[in-house]
């Protein structure tokens, strides 16, 4: 009786092929990506980094144009409302002795002066913080002269001692506006040496000193 000889089975062709392919796809994956994040690594911030950026390079820009339209401003409103200070201070004194009592032309024509500065600065335009504080100030300020110059007409017609009172009334509220407009000189000085411009000294007040001593335009960039 013959003998039967049992075969070898024949290797499936996968057994050799299937860990050389999954070894294949795996460095595909990382070389993919390696690429990938080598990709992003040299090409820099992407589109929406940029566009704020962008957007911060233009604020930055903007408020520099602002600050030196505001600065001119307030240079221009110191000038006019000086004959006005001075009248009043004739009223009124700072050292709280009599005045000469203003006539009724005088008193209409700082209405006049004082009016057209508070229309100069209804406008409000966009800006950073640092020129909206500066500009808030500086309209406070003339709006508490324009309450100073409505307690002087008051005090035109009025008796005493309530002539008396009016014009002491009308003398703080020139104080307030004072001190509302070192506030914005302050600010202005501030905003205006990091815009790169220097110092900038706009006191409303002729017997007020700069705070910080130095000269005017010293500290540019």
Same mark, same amino acid.
């Given at each position: 009786?013959?003998?039967?000889?049992?075969?070898?089975?024949?290797?499936? %062709?996968?057994?050799?092929?299937?860990?050389?392919?999954? +070894?294949?796809?795996?460095?595909?994956?990382?070389? *993919?990506?390696?690429?990938?994040? !080598?990709?992003?690594?040299?090409?820099?911030?992407?589109? @929406?980094?940029? /566009?704020?950026?962008? !957007?911060?390079?233009?604020?930055?820009?903007? $408020?520099?144009?602002?600050?030196?339209? !505001?600065?001119?401003?307030?240079?221009?409103?110191? $000038?006019?409302?000086?004959?006005?200070? @001075?009248?009043?201070?004739?009223?009124?004194?700072? $050292?709280?002795?009599?005045?000469?009592?203003?006539?009724?032309?005088?008193?209409? +024509?700082?209405?006049?002066? *004082?009016?057209?500065?508070?229309?100069?600065?209804?406008?409000?335009?966009?800006?950073?913080?640092?020129?909206?504080?500066?500009?808030?100030?500086? @309209?406070?300020?003339?709006?508490?002269?324009?309450?100073?110059?409505? +307690?002087?007409?008051?005090?035109?017609?009025? %008796?005493?001692?309530? /002539?008396?009172? !009016?014009?002491?009334?009308?003398?703080?509220?020139?104080?307030?506006?004072?001190?509302?407009?070192?506030?914005?000189?302050?600010?202005?000085?501030?905003?205006?040496?990091?815009?790169?411009?220097?110092?900038?000294?706009?006191?409303? $007040?002729?017997?007020?000193? %700069?705070?910080?001593?130095?000269?005017?335009?010293? +500290?540019?960039?």
């Amino acid at each position: 009786m013959a003998k039967t000889v049992k075969r070898p089975e024949p290797k499936r %062709p996968e057994a050799n092929w299937k860990p050389a392919t999954a +070894g294949a796809v795996t460095a595909f994956v990382l070389g *993919v990506a390696v690429a990938f994040l !080598l990709g992003a690594w040299t090409s820099g911030p992407d589109k @929406t980094e940029r /566009r704020i950026a962008e !957007l911060r390079e233009a604020e930055a820009r903007r $408020d520099v144009e602002q600050i030196v339209v !505001l600065t001119d401003l307030a240079r221009g409103s110191r $000038d006019r409302l000086a004959p006005v200070l @001075t009248g009043m201070s004739k009223a009124a004194p700072a $050292d709280a002795s009599s005045g000469a009592v203003p006539t009724a032309e005088e008193v209409a +024509g700082w209405r006049d002066v *004082v009016t057209a500065e508070l229309r100069r600065y209804s406008e409000t335009p966009s800006a950073g913080n640092g020129v909206n504080v500066a500009r808030t100030a500086l @309209t406070t300020s003339v709006r508490q002269l324009a309450v100073a110059v409505g +307690g002087f007409e008051a005090a035109l017609n009025a %008796p005493d001692p309530q /002539r008396g009172r !009016l014009v002491g009334l009308a003398a703080e509220q020139r104080t307030l506006a004072l001190q509302a407009w070192s506030v914005a000189a302050l600010q202005l000085d501030v905003i205006n040496i990091e815009a790169g411009k220097g110092h900038v000294h706009i006191q409303l $007040d002729p017997r007020s000193a %700069p705070l910080d001593g130095e000269p005017e335009g010293s +500290g540019r960039r």
